[in-house]
């Protein structure tokens, strides 16, 4: 006996269009499907994940979607990682919450040698 899989995993989950009469199911949004609107989609997903992040943390989290996309323009973007020289989002000063003022985009070396620097100065 071969296993079958329940759904077909290539085809996307919203395909262009509107939905047949009857179906259940959202509209799909055609802006979602050129290159930029998955871009535009990542952008916002991440800035969800990192604000939800902080509020799990107890932190303070006042940058707006549209100040997150001021932060990470096209450029920028497709340089994040989790590699050493990635670029990465990080906090001037560590007491306070993520604002505007209080973040600036770094490499992970620079990022990963502050928090070293910053836990050994707390032992």
Request: aromatic share 12%; hydrophobic share 30%; with cysteine.
């Amino acid at each position: 006996m071969t296993y079958q899989p329940k759904y077909n995993v290539v085809q996307a989950k919203y395909p262009p269009g509107k939905r047949p009469e009857g179906t259940q199911g959202v509209y799909a949004n055609p802006e979602f499907y050129t290159p930029q609107g998955r871009i535009d989609q990542d952008i916002k997903y991440a800035w969800m994940k990192h604000r939800s992040q902080a509020a799990y943390r107890g932190e303070d989290h006042t940058i707006t979607l549209e100040e997150w996309r001021s932060l990470w323009p096209n450029d920028t973007w497709f340089q994040r990682g989790r590699g050493v020289d990635s670029l990465c989002l990080s906090k001037l000063d560590i007491e306070s919450g993520w604002s505007i003022d209080n973040v600036e985009i770094c490499t992970r070396r620079i990022h990963l040698k502050r928090n070293k620097e910053f836990r050994d100065a707390n032992r």
